[in-house]
Every structure is written in C-alpha cells, then in structure tokens.
C-alpha cells in the first residue's frame, strides 16, 4: 500500500539545465564587466572554482555551493572576494528563481496525494538553503510535508544515509513508499538499495540512456506526470 511519495528537485520537478545555462552566461556577463575581463579569462577562472571546490569537498552538499565556486573563482584572478564573490552568487539565483516552473501535471499529481493524505517529501542533493528557495519559487512549499537534502544527511545520493534519513522522518517501512527521480544511479538504484519502490522519470522530450540496470522490473517509468498520476491513482484504488 502506497503511503508516502518521495520526488528528487532538479530535473524531476522542473528543467534545471535551461536555467542553470541562462544564470551562468549572466554571471560571467556581470563579472566579465565588473572586472574588466574577458569571457576566457573568466571561463578558467571559474572553472578551477568549481572544481578546487568539488575536489575539497568531495560527495557533501557543500561542494555544490556557488558562493564557494564565486569566491575561487576571484581568488584565482587575484580578486578580494568581498563583497564581488556574493553580488555573483546573488546574480546567478536571481536569474535562476525567477525563471522556475514546475513540469506539467506536476500539481495535479501532488492535488491527488493531498486528496489522498499521502504525505510528500523531497530527497535531493546539493545544500539545504538553495533548496528552500527553490521550493518557494515552485510554489510548492506548502505542498511538502518533509525535506531531506544531502548536507542534512551528510552523503550524496545514492548513498545509504540520505534514504535512511528518508524512511527515518517518514517513519513508514520502505515498501510502502515510491520514490521518482531523474538519475538512474543517483535516484533509482539508491532508492531501490533501501527497498523503496523507484520510478524512474525521463520525459519523453528527452534522450534516454539504457540505464546499466538489468532487471527492469524492479523499478517503474514514466515520461511524464500525467502517466504518473495515472500509475499512482491505480496503485491507490489497489490498496
């Protein structure tokens, strides 16, 4: 019997490449201008950011945290941090919240859980307060009964400790909950080593991978949230 759902952020709920395309190019505009720089100075100025920041903090929340990548990023230009470093971090989050929407059928689905009293929780990575936000900007919030992020938990999916973080708030045995996410690795197999029921979502707009998984029986699909309802409305009139 169904009685919890669990929904990866990114790429589950809504498009976030478009988005996170859009607020970079704005990012680096803004930089490049305030510092009188150009866009290839810039681009390996950023990129020794990012990746001096995942190479620190390898597998935790903290190594997704932008103001970290805009404060590397003026380090290696030989730039003070403050106050550039958070005017960047502000720049990319303005562009990115603004533009937020939610995939069609999206509420659809959550008006049914809600009808059905089937509590919502939200299991992604990267950290806790940039997914705050984001939920707001979906106009979901009040939709969400639980979160759980990877710096809460410590781990990134698909590692044991984010799911059991899961089940731990829920309070509920792993069977009677459903978990949907975009990556195959990261959100379907970790959610199937905790012995929750995966669905893998892949819109139908996009290019799908075989995913490595042999036994496609042990987790659902769907490409949409209108064939999501539809599965869960006929696992609910199962129960």
Not at 1 to 22: G, H, N, Q, S, V
Not at 138 to 152: C, P, Q, R, T
Not at 165 to 183: Q, S, T
Request: net charge negative; hydrophobic share 35%; glycine share 6%.
């Amino acid at each position: 019997m169904l009685k919890a759902m669990i929904f990866d952020l990114d790429d589950t709920l809504y498009a976030y490449e478009p988005l996170d395309k859009k607020a970079r190019i704005n990012v680096e505009k803004f930089t490049c201008e305030a510092l009188g720089i150009s866009g290839e100075q810039y681009k390996e100025a950023y990129r020794f950011g990012r990746e001096e920041t995942k190479k620190r903090l390898p597998d935790v929340g903290a190594g997704h945290n932008r103001l970290l990548y805009c404060q590397k990023t003026l380090e290696y230009l030989g730039v003070p941090p403050m106050p550039l470093s958070l005017r960047m971090y502000e720049q990319y989050w303005g562009t990115f919240l603004r533009e937020m929407q939610l995939f069609p059928g999206v509420k659809e689905l959550f008006s049914l859980l809600e009808e059905k009293q089937i509590p919502i929780m939200i299991c992604t990575d990267l950290t806790a307060h940039v997914q705050h936000r984001k939920i707001e900007a979906l106009g979901i919030a009040s939709d969400i009964k639980y979160l759980v992020s990877s710096e809460e938990a410590g781990k990134e999916k698909p590692a044991r400790e984010i799911f059991d973080l899961c089940l731990e708030k829920l309070n509920l045995p792993p069977e009677h909950i459903w978990y949907v996410g975009d990556n195959f690795k990261k959100d379907v197999e970790g959610a199937m080593q905790a012995g929750i029921q995966a669905v893998w979502f892949h819109p139908q707009e996009s290019i799908v991978k075989n995913p490595d998984s042999k036994d496609k029986t042990a987790y659902l699909e769907a490409g949409n949230y209108q064939e999501l309802k539809n599965m869960v409305a006929e696992e609910l009139k199962m129960s």
